[in-house]
Structure formats: structure tokens, C-alpha cells
């Protein structure tokens, strides 16, 4: 996850800057720098790699100033160089960004064609280039980022430095984080308070399409119909733990939240938006040749496994066996010289798993891992590494990197149907539209969050709970089953829809209800018939579903969830939040531990 800070200060903001990035080292990153505005000229120092490699530069090359920005990058949209490391700038402003722009290609068509020049292959320098036309063309910053905000679609966090403005920052909101802070005479933009805790304890967390201008004497807010409003500040404490929850009532809550921006970063690092195309890092193997893939992982990220196999097999045809850890090695499994093995793992220390890995390599199989700590001991051993970008996960019910452990996976599959010729570069070029419209589709879903909370009570009494999906959408049955369990400590099963009649429908009555996964489209009508199955029953169904789905089949139910309607590649990713959201509301109605469930922990280091 990237990291911005900006400090509208009272003497040189460089050394002060450079300790917020070195505060968000958690988040990782392969390049980092800073902007600042001295003598009216924009300073800007950038390095790849540590943070280190940019406080040697700057000793080399100082950067005074008393207003200026700083990032630091995960190597997503564009290689891992200085040239596409943030700030991007312009001859009239400086931008750091966090996030995705979903649109990208068309402005950056229309930028080019109006005689833009661009240096880089990153979304963001698209802002940056958007905004200084505006201001070039007489108009102030102000009116400038009003103009250019509606024209972007994704999820982004923005904090712009204009050359002629230099006492005041810009900074923008949607669906990526931003705190403001106030000091003595001072004033900052970070992503998260514990970029901001050394400087100040006096914080407001932007809302969903804020944006604001600060200078030394304080903040102004607009929210996205640029009405001025405020917005409260708060302590945010002295705990790093506090800091990092911010305004949410739990870290899963939070980490439900991140989605969109975790996702957006994660899918940057496998698709080039230049080209409209799908790729993986640097590898010394021809996946062409692959013949066979195990997956093999646990819990959650099982759950992300099967949902791959409908994948790989749909796009690149494929055949996919799938196993738990714990029970892959004792099966004897035959492993077919040509296999690949891959690993799913938000830690990467999972002992169960990386004891199934080793029996792999030992086995001859090409080892692909995707995990969320790119240090970890399976990511050392893989010969393809596959990072998801998400984040620490502090919440021991996984959400964001589920989601973005799909992310990963969905790209996979693309890529692996380009290399076996399964895909021509037309049916490419569209996953790839599909994939990058994923952050907003996220955010959607999230808006449903009050409508979710208010049915929570509906499933709280209850001791059992059956979820049922038919395709991709019975692994989410499966992930929301276990989310459920986990942190509600309601009994839950998640079950393939055609499997009802053959036994588990005779678990149904009044005191049941069901939750029923059902995005409209080519399982609809078969879904739904099993659904009335269970109506018929007295079964009490929750249906999800988007708008055309709910119209013709939510009559009946004691509720219904809609969602955006969305392409089946990305279903799966979308349909998470719903039962994410629905088991963290329940859980909060029946008061149970919700970031510590009992038993539980975050990575099983022991078999």
C-alpha cells in the first residue's frame, strides 16, 4: 500500500517529510520521493528502491522549501523507476497519488492528442497533467481540481503542490484514504495519523469524494458537490494501534474498507493500462508449457483457490486440482512433470502450506506463490512470485487480502489463456477493461454498508445459517459461511445450490435463514429454482443480487442486498463485501470479539 504525506510548514518540510515515509515503511514500497517549492520553482527528488537510496539524494541534493509532498510506491502501474516514481509534475504542480485511475487510457488519449507530453508510464501522471492544463488555462488551483475531479473514475488519494501557490496544498478523496492534521501554524496531509503522529495529534479524516485546500492557518473542506463542510477533529491518540483504526469501530471494519484501494494497487502491478494488457513479473520459465496446476492453501484463501479453478479452466483451459494444505501431502498426490504448484498465503509462514510447497519443489513442480508478505518464507522459495499489494491485514478474519489475492488470481488466468492462445488480443483488452472497472464496482457495493447494518439483527438470533451460490459464487458461499462463524460464532455451512436437495434442505425451517449468492446472469434462473426450494420450506432467504436480479426473484424474502451489476470475471470480487459486511454487523449486534476472535489467529505457524 502506498504512502502520502504533505506539510504546509513554517521552516523546511524535507527532513520532516522523509520521517512520514519512514513511518509508512509497514506498507512497502520500491521507490519513494518528495516535492518541494523553493524560490517558485518545484524541487523534486526521487530514488528507487529504499527509502535510504532517497535520503542519500537528498544529501546530495537538498530540497528546501517550507511547503511539499512525499511518497512512497509499491511497483504497480509502470516498472519499478525513478521515471515512474511519485511526485509526478508538470511545469505548473507536483501530484502524489494513491490508488487507481480506471479511466486512464481515454484521458490519456486525449491529454496526447492536445499535445501533452508524458514521462512516464503511470496512471497518475494523467492527473497531474489533467489539472495543470486547467491551470494554464487561467483557471486557480481551486477551480482546477474542482474541474478535473468528476473527469476521474476509480479510487485515489491526491495531495498536489501548485509552483505558484506555494503556501498551500490540494488534497482529494475516493476511495483511499486521507487524514488532515493541524499544527501550531502548520498544517498536513497524510494517508494514514501514523504518518502525521510525530507532528501533530489533532486529526479529521476526509469522507468519501472530500477534497481540500490547506494552508498554514488551517483546512477547507468540500465534499463532492463542492459544498464547504467540516469535518471533526479528533485525537488520535499516542498508540500506533489507535492510529492505525482511525475513525472505524474495528480493523476489520477498516480493512473491509481499503478494498477498493488495495485492489485498484494490486491489480496496477499485473495490467499495463498503455497497452491494455494483462503480465507477471520477470519470470525464466514458459508458462505456455504448463500442463496441469495444483492449487493448494487454507481457509480463506482455499476459498480464493477455488474460485480460481472456475477461472483457469473457463479462460485457459486448464485442468486444476485444488486441495487443503493440511491434507495435500497425505493423499500422495501424483504430481505430472509440466505442473504447476501454486501456493496461496496472506502471511506466507502458514506452516501447512509451506510444507506442501517444499513437498512440491522436491516433486519437480514449478512453484507460484501468492501471498501478502513478499519477505516471507514462500516467497523466498517460489520461482514466481505473485505479491498482492494488500496491506498489513491486523483483523484475523481475512477481507482485503481475499480480495485481492482474487485479483491476483483473475490476472493469472488472463495471462495464462494469452500464453496458451486461449484469448485473442480483443477478448484480452476487455478483461482488462473489466479488471480495472473492479476498484469502483468495490466501492459500490460498500455503499450499501447502512443497508446491510440494518438487517444484521435478522440474522443474529439465529444458531444456524446455510449460504448457497451456484459457479464462482459457491466458494463465496463457502468464504461467507466462515466469516460468519468466525467472528459471529454462529453456526454456519456454505453450499453449492444444486446440492440442497441432496440432503442439506432437510436443515431448513422457520428459524434458518439463508443467504443466497445470485448476481443475475447464465446460473440465475437454476439458482433461483433452489431457492424456492427453500421458501417452499419455510426457509427465511437473503438475497443478493443486483438490481435485474432482485426485480424478478426478491419477492418473498425477509431482505434483500443489491449490488452493481458487474461482469462474472469480477463477481466474485464484489460479492465478498456483502457478506464480509454481513457477518462484521452481526457479530457487532451479538458483541463478540470481532478483531480477536476466540481460538483464532492471524497465521498458523504450526501443522
Known sequence: MCGIIGIVGKEDVADRLVDGLRRMEYRGYDSAGICTIHDGELIRRRAQGKLQNLVTELAHNPASGLTGIAHTRWATHGAPTAANAHPHATSELALVHNGIIENFKPLRDSLEARGRHFESQTDTEVVAHLISELVEGGLSPEQAVREALPELRGAFALAIAFKRFPDMLIGARLGSPLVVGYGDGETYLGSDALALAPLTQRISYLEEGDWVVITRKGAQVYDASNHAVEREIVASGASAVAIEKGNYRHFMQKEIFEQPTVVAQTLRSYIHQVDQSVALPQIDFDLSRINRVTIVACGTSYYAGMVAKYWFEQFARLPVDIDVASEFRYRDPVLEPGGL??????????????????????????????????????????????????????????????????????????????????????????????????????????????????????????????????????????????????????????????????????????????????????????????????????????????????????????????MPKVHPLIAPLVYAVPVQLLAYHVACVKGTDVDQPRNLAKSVTVE
Open 341 to 562: 504448484a501454486l501456493f496461496i498465503s496472506q502471511s506466507g509462514e502458514t506452516a501447512d502450506t509451506l510444507a506442501a510447497l517444499r513437498h512440491c519443489k522436491a516433486a519437480g513442480q514449478t512453484i507460484a506463490v501468492v501471498v501478502n508478505v513478499p519477505t516471507s518464507s514462500m516467497a523466498r522459495e517460489a520461482d514466481l512470485l505473485l505479491p498482492t499489494h494488500a496491506g498489513p491485514e491486523i483483523g484475523v478474519a481475512s477481507t482485503k487480502a481475499f480480495t485481492c489475492q482474487l485479483a491476483v488470481l483473475a490476472a493469472l488466468a488472463a495471462h495464462l489463456a494469452v500464453k496458451r492462445g486461449r484469448i485473442d488480443r480483443e477478448e484480452e483488452i476487455a478483461i482488462v477493461r473489466h479488471l480495472v472497472e473492479t476498484p469502483a464496482c468495490l466501492n459500490a457495493a460498500l455503499a450499501f454498508d447502512e443497508e446491510i447494518f440494518s438487517m444484521a439483527h435478522l440474522i443474529a438470533p439465529a444458531r444456524d445459517v446455510l449460504y448457497l451460490g451456484r459457479g464462482p459464487d459457491y466458494p463465496l458461499a463457502l468464504e461467507g459461511a466462515l466469516k460468519l462463524k468466525e467472528i459471529s460464532y454462529i453456526h454456519a455451512e456454505g453450499y453449492a445450490s444444486g446440492e440442497m436437495k441432496h440432503g442439506p434442505i432437510a436443515l431448513i425451517d422457520e428459524a434458518v435463514p439463508v443467504i443466497v449468492l445470485a448476481p443475475s446472469g447464465p446460473l440465475f434462473e437454476k439458482t433461483v429454482s433452489n431457492m424456492q426450494e427453500v421458501r417452499a420450506r419455510g426457509g427465511k432467504v437473503v438475497l443478493i443480487s443486483d438490481a435485474d436480479g432482485i426485480k424478478e426473484a426478491g419477492e418473498g424474502c425477509i431482505a434483500t442486498i443489491e
